[in-house]
């Protein structure tokens, strides 16, 4: 049932499937409500808004854009109970996470009300006397974004905000699986002050239709996605005809070390925390563990022990840690790559029994060796296969045995091999001693087919802006 306390929140629904799609709760099936889909040419309209809004944006002092991003944060942190109930009821993660997602994709608000004040140009020493250089930056123009169901409020702000600081105007296709955060987050906007034309939430048809029309349209000059590395490089490809710029945060098979030199308790909680935030279900998520096999049993037995209490259930309900996974196809996949790895010769640490809806029972894989199935492809669910190793060398050459270069996390007490380790493992970010590291003041990204750009830090406005080399003559 969607009660919440601040009705306004949900002035975007639609009364019927014919007038829009249908938005389930993946913990008990429930339809929710309807949000509504635009036609081609709406959404060819929402663009042309767009780009007469983003000019007056654009023209408005960095401090003003500025305040009315604090004002969104604001509002977004005023409604936390409300957002966090609705990400619960539409996404399936536990209210406690809900909640922590609230607040941490506001802090994208927040932190990029503050960098809009700082988008500094340079001045350049010239070669010669009599000329003058300095570079200033301008916001891109028109920019987009197609964002997943996995962080329903957090994918979007962390676009959204850093564009609208910049003085873009900014248009989403959230998830169809999620919409109901996006158009709510978006109305908070609205209520701050910011213009109808500069922040929109659009659904089509279909998502290739949308995805079609954000690549073609010659008014987006940028679009950001976060998504599949299949339906990345589809985006990057149809966005190269007209040169757009791209910011790509695609898919990772984090590697997850734990040397003989490492406090075990910690790493256990670490490894906890990294892989089964959001069921297991973020491109961050520790995806395959290497344990050295001289602390193999005691790692694998206390970190199994850790996941037989992992409490599954609806995330509205008390105590529920790990909620039930997205869809159906989901649930089908990581039971069939779980299946392979028990056929290729791993076993569950304790038994793994099936469960009802879209539920799926944590489990911990032991006897996984680095060539299984599991261990190359994004499982995106509570599985955790552990793979033991002997030497450095034969572990960073397996941890980097992979297309993805997202995130990598490793515990070791050794002062030495951390340097080594951190500056030898092919990433965009490492955790050193800690499972959880998206925050909005340092730089998310990826490198080799995990993507391109960074989001969030002082970096993620950069993004969204161009800079103008202006050569001063007869000085
Ligand atoms: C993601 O799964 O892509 C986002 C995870 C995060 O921001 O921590």
Redesign the pocket.
């Known amino acids: 049932m969607l009660n919440i306390n601040n009705p306004s929140l949900l002035s975007f629904l639609v009364s019927s499937e014919d007038d829009g799609i249908a938005v389930t709760n993946p913990a008990i099936g429930e339809v929710l409500g309807y949000v509504p889909i635009q036609t081609e040419q709406a959404i060819e309209q929402c663009i042309e808004q767009a780009s007469i809004g983003q000019k007056r944006w654009a023209a408005m002092a960095a401090k003003e854009r500025s305040g009315l991003l604090r004002c969104w944060f604001e509002l977004i942190m005023e409604n936390k109970e409300d957002l966090a109930r609705l990400m619960t009821l539409e996404q399936g993660k536990p209210l406690a996470e809900a909640q922590g997602e609230v607040v941490?994709g506001a802090s994208f608000v927040e932190w990029f009300a503050e960098e809009a004040k700082r988008t500094n140009g340079e001045t350049i020493p010239a070669i010669a006397g009599n000329k003058r250089l300095m570079t200033i930056k301008q916001p891109v123009g028109v920019a987009c974004a197609i964002t997943?169901w996995?962080?329903p409020i957090?994918?979007i702000t962390?676009k959204a905000a850093p564009a609208l600081a910049a003085g873009c105007s900014f248009i989403v296709k959230p998830a169809e699986l999620t919409p109901l955060c996006a158009f709510a987050v978006a109305e908070l906007a609205y209520q701050a002050g910011i213009p109808r034309d500069v922040l929109q939430v659009v659904l089509g048809q279909d998502a290739p239709t949308v995805g079609s029309i954000f690549t073609s349209h010659p008014l987006i000059r940028k679009l950001s996605f976060?998504g599949s590395t299949q339906v990345g490089r589809i985006l990057m490809e149809k966005s190269a005809h007209d040169i757009k710029r791209t910011s790509m945060?695609l898919g990772?098979n984090a590697p997850f070390i734990v040397f003989d030199d490492a406090n075990i308790e910690a790493a256990v909680q670490g490894a906890l925390a990294s892989k089964f935030r959001?069921a297991g279900?973020?491109?961050?998520?520790a995806n395959r563990f290497y344990v050295h096999s001289s602390i193999y049993d005691q790692f694998v037995t206390k970190f199994d022990a850790a996941v037989q209490q992992l409490n599954v259930g609806n995330g509205l309900e008390d105590g529920v840690q790990v909620g039930p996974v997205i869809s159906l196809q989901a649930k089908q996949n990581i039971q069939a790559l779980t299946e392979r790895a028990i056929e290729q010769g791993a076993n569950p640490v304790s038994s793994w029994q099936p469960l009802d809806g879209l539920f799926v029972a944590p489990v911990v894989l032991k006897d996984v060796t680095h060539q299984m199935d599991i261990v190359s492809q994004e499982i995106f669910g509570p599985v955790a296969p552990v793979i033991a190793f002997d030497s450095d060398e034969e572990l960073i050459e397996m941890a980097n045995d992979t297309i993805y270069g997202l995130a990598s996390y490793f515990y070791s007490q050794n002062i030495h091999r951390v340097w080594k380790i951190a500056e030898a493992l092919e990433y965009g970010m490492v955790g050193i001693n800690e499972g959880i590291?998206?925050t909005e003041v340092a730089p998310?990204g990826g490198v080799k087919q995990s993507g391109i750009g960074r989001e969030g830090g002082k970096q993620g406005i950069d993004e969204y802006l161009d800079i103008k080399y202006l050569c001063f003559g007869g000085s």
Do not use: H
Not at 281 to 285: F, P, Y
């Open positions: 941490y997943p996995n962080f957090a994918m962390r976060t945060e990772g959001n279900q973020t491109c961050v998520c590291i998206s998310f």
